[in-house]
């Protein structure tokens, strides 16, 4: 599987961005989806997650009533809308494929991952 993110890019505090993650190769919907992310000096962390259906989807508390994971099957395709955007939200985000499960929050349970994509809140 190859992800490629895309959406990133500069927006002021309380804005809004949707990061998207492209997914070809192997079968897309066999595959659980999560974001990360990872800002400078910080270990790269969970945001959010979603099953191989859209029935599932599980949050970080720091983003928890202002991020949305969905993902379309039809066009292999995960979404993160992100609302409400906060300066501690700037980072590299991430999206990760796992076949071990769903609601995984743990880098090493993802067997796939994207470039990342460059998300800047400014105050």
């Known amino acids: 599987v190859q992800l490629v993110e895309s959406g990133g890019g500069l927006v002021q505090a309380g804005g809004s961005l949707r990061l998207s993650c492209a997914a070809s190769?192997?079968?897309?919907?066999?595959?659980?989806m999560g974001w990360f992310r990872q800002a400078p000096g910080k270990e790269r962390e969970f945001v959010a997650a979603?099953?191989?259906?859209?029935?599932?989807?599980y949050y970080a508390d720091s983003v928890k009533g202002r991020f949305t994971i969905s993902r379309d099957n039809d066009k292999n395709t995960v979404y993160l809308q992100m609302n409400s955007l906060k300066p501690e939200d700037t980072a590299v985000y991430y999206c990760?494929?796992?076949?071990?499960?769903?609601?995984?929050?743990?880098?090493?349970?993802?067997?796939?991952w994207g470039q990342g994509t460059q998300v800047t809140v400014s105050s």
């Open positions: 190769g192997r079968a897309f919907s066999r595959y659980a």
């Open positions: 990760a494929a796992t076949g071990r499960g769903y609601g995984l929050t743990r880098l090493g349970q993802y067997d796939y």
């Open positions: 979603i099953s191989w259906s859209v029935d599932n989807t």
